[in-house]
């Protein structure tokens, strides 16, 4: 096996370990030596750099959710690039939710998001702000279908669980808006290339 590392790198350990299965192992592994020039134009290389807010509300947190909700985004093949607890300020809040000001329920919102810790995420991956979205559920728990986060561990709007950004600009603002640039790590998954043809 060292042998292989030294010699041809992680290729070849997967022929290797698909030596049985040809097939398979072709479609596992990355499109190297031009593969991806032979497939032309028509299929564009996946923007695999996209990101996302997701964060645990202090509901979420109080009721011990993170974990789970964590799992979910990890198990989807999304990369975890930002991560910290915090008691969140109002001052955050109101540009976080300004386009809510507003609204009747907006002063129960921002006592309910400073009412305990949030833990907050940036998760990146292909089309990962809609795939999130689906993920987390419909803003109202009530109408949000099983198997979604919101449609799992909640039942009412004033207590949603999560917040996940709904458009790949409200990511850009939200992230810019909640972490340093210096809090967010690029760093490469070693699953990246078998998790999706690049
Ligand atoms: P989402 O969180 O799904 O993006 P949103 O941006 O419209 O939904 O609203 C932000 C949060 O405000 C939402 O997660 C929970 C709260 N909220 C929305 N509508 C509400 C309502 N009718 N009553 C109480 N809280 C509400
Ligand atoms: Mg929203």
Known sequence: MVLLLQRGGVRRILQHFYSG??????RLLPAADGAAGRRGNSTAVPDVRERTLIAVKPDGVQRRLVGKIMQRFEQRGFKLVGLKMLQVSDDLLSQHYC???????????????????????????HKVVQTSRKMVGHTNPAEAQAGTVRG??????????????DSPEGAQREI??????????????CDQAITCEL
């Open 21 to 26: 299965n040809q097939g398979n192992t072709k």
């Open 99 to 125: 386009e809510l000001r507003t609204k009747p329920f907006y002063p129960s919102l921002l006592q309910y998001m400073t009412s305990g810790p949030v833990v907050a995420m940036v998760w990146e991956g």
């Open 152 to 165: 799992d561990f909640s039942f009412h709007v004033s207590r949603n669980v999560i917040h996940a950004s």
């Open 176 to 189: 810019q808006l909640w972490f340093h640039r210096k809090e967010l790590l690029n760093w490469e998954c």
